[in-house]
């Protein structure tokens, strides 16, 4: 039974070992993006594609001093919307899903949120899907898919916020 104890008590060092291994090969990516929502009747649905987004990974990895063959894989960790006016609130979306988009490359979902409340900061839930290919790249698009349920008499100004985390993989392997 001591041996028992005394091999537990070696092994759970070692596991949160390679946890916090693994937490130190994780490099967040921020990107911010403003979109606008036109005007809209009730109930609509609208698709925005914002401008390229350049990815700067290049620098990145040069300033990290790392190959991108180290790069097991990407995944968007945070995407939120606010309002740039801060008066407003995202009470009029109903259903936002968004798509990372890129030339040669079919859309992915990445994020989407129903049943918007009357909040001001829209935190989405996050698919867990590898984008590495699309960070990898120059640039990419995010495709918005919006559905109202309220009439928009005006434009609205959104804010994106929206973070990847680049795992690298641990000691080369």
Do not use: R
């Not at 130190?24 to 009747?41: D, E, N, W």
């Not at 309002?83 to 936002?96: A, K, N, T």
């Not at 898919?145 to 795992?167: V, W, Y």
């Amino acid at each position: 039974m001591k041996k028992i104890f005394w091999s537990v008590l070696l092994i759970i060092p070692f596991f949160t070992g390679c946890d916090m291994l693994g937490e130190l090969t994780k490099i967040p990516l921020p990107f911010s993006q403003s979109i606008t929502i036109p005007a809209t009747g009730l109930g609509a649905s609208t698709t925005i594609e914002t401008p390229e987004i350049e990815t700067g990974i290049d620098s990145v990895l040069n300033d990290a001093g790392i190959s991108s063959d180290f790069i097991e894989e990407v995944t968007l960790s945070k995407m939120e919307f606010s309002m740039s006016s801060s008066s407003d609130d995202l009470s009029f979306l109903d259903e936002v899903t968004i798509y990372i988009s890129s030339p040669g490359k079919d859309d992915m979902k990445i994020a989407s949120a129903k049943d918007v409340d009357n909040v001001s900061n829209l935190k989405f839930d996050v698919q867990d899907v590898d984008i590495k290919s699309f960070i990898l790249g120059e640039s990419f698009k995010l495709k918005i898919d919006i559905k109202t349920d309220e009439l928009i008499s005006e434009e609205k100004e959104i804010d994106i916020n929206m973070e990847f985390i680049m795992d690298l993989k641990v000691l080369g392997m």
